[in-house]
């Protein structure tokens, strides 16, 4: 199995010293095991992201001596992440959800005073098309 490792900076200004502290233990982490250090632009916030600080970015990185094996842009991937999307969903590992932040709170802390983590109990998955469909109508929306 090949170690792969990424960094994934925004492009919203320049990289700071806890960038260069991830991507410096990411690309140490994969030279030792001879993996790949993936740089992953962050570009998906599409106001503040800009090609000048990716420029940036790289020349920041160059200096260090921190060489990327691959690099992407996230905002050129989302048809990728669609189909690996449709694919979990056919496969019945994605699913909507509806419930409100105060109802996962309140589940999270029950579980926490029983001394269990705070994981998520898919209910959702068990939910009704027509349950769903009541959800909606009162206007939530799934997450």
């Keep these: 199995m090949t170690v792969k490792v990424r960094f994934a900076p925004s492009p919203t200004g320049r990289i700071h010293a806890g960038n260069v502290r991830a991507a410096l233990i990411n690309w140490l982490f994969a030279k030792k095991h ?10 998906t916030d599409l106001e ?11 020349t920041d990185l160059n200096w260090l001596g921190l060489t990327w094996d691959e690099r992407y842009n ?14 979990l969903k056919a496969d019945g590992r994605l699913y909507a959800c509806y419930e409100t932040a105060e109802e996962l ?4 802390k029950v ?17 009704t098309d027509a ?6 109508a009162e206007g ?3 997450h």
């Excluded at 090609?51 to 970015?57: A, G």
């Excluded at 996230?74 to 694919?87: E, L, N, P, W």
């Excluded at 579980?111 to 939910?127: E, H, I, N, T, W």
């Design 34 to 43: 001879q993996g790949r250090f993936v740089l992953r632009i962050d570009d």
């Design 48 to 58: 503040r992201s800009t090609k000048e600080n990716e420029d940036l970015i790289e």
């Design 74 to 87: 996230q905002s050129k991937r989302f048809d990728i992440y669609q189909k690996a999307a449709d694919a």
């Design 105 to 108: 709170d309140r589940r999270r």
């Design 111 to 127: 579980q926490l005073s029983r001394g269990l983590p705070p994981v998520y109990d898919r209910a959702a998955l068990k939910l």
């Design 131 to 136: 349950e769903k469909a009541t959800f909606e």
């Design 140 to 142: 939530r929306k799934p």
